[in-house]
Structures are given as C-alpha cells and as structure tokens.
C-alpha cells in the first residue's frame, strides 16, 4: 500500500513557535491550515506582549476606597475641603470646585 505524508510543520523562527498539521488529505491545504494557525498564535502572542506592555507602564493599581482618597470635600453640615497628603485645608469648597485649586498645588 502507498501512502503519502500530507502532514505540515511549520516553524516560525524569530518567535520559535511551530504548527503541526495534518487535518486534510492535500499536503496544500494542510499547509494554508498550518499557516492560519501560525498567523492566529502570532497574533495572540502580539497582544499579550502588548498586555503585558501596557501593565509595566502603568503600574500597581491603587483600590479606590476609604482611606485611598486625595482630597475630603464636606459639602453639609458645615463646609470644607481638606487635602490628605499636604493637610491643606480650606473652607470655600465653591472656590475649590470652581478651579481654585492654587493652595493644593503649593
């Protein structure tokens, strides 16, 4: 009986990841299979180098709750805004909420 390998493996050299293939009977569609399949790894390769990127540039991430807050604005009973890290503080929290942030940044 002959028989005739119509298996495919293909290897992409710069990344190392190689496709193996031999779903079909043509060695020519097993190759087309094999090389959607390399394009579709190196895509998600791609995107979670990507990821990955964008998570060393941005950092730890802080959980915004109590105690995680920059500045306390107190709008009733009585009026304040108090800065957490300068412990700046001010009563015209209109001024503040209008723009006047001035005494914040010093």
């Given at each position: 009986v002959n028989?005739?390998?119509t298996a495919v493996r293909l290897r992409h050299l710069p990344?190392?990841?190689t496709i193996r293939c031999e779903q079909e009977r043509s060695q020519l569609r097993n190759r087309e299979l094999a090389m959607q399949m390399l394009k579709a790894?190196?895509?998600?390769?791609?995107r979670e180098q990507r990821v990955s990127e964008l998570e060393a540039i941005r950092g730890e991430l802080v959980q915004a709750g109590w105690g995680a807050?920059?500045?306390?604005?107190?709008?009733?009973?009585?009026?304040m805004v108090k800065d957490l890290r300068t412990q700046y503080e001010t009563s015209q929290p209109q001024d503040v909420l209008d723009g006047g942030?001035?005494?914040?940044?010093?």
């Open positions: 028989k005739v390998e990344s190392g990841i790894k190196l895509a998600v390769a791609l807050q920059i500045r306390s604005y107190v709008l009733a009973p009585y009026k942030l001035d005494g914040f940044i010093d």
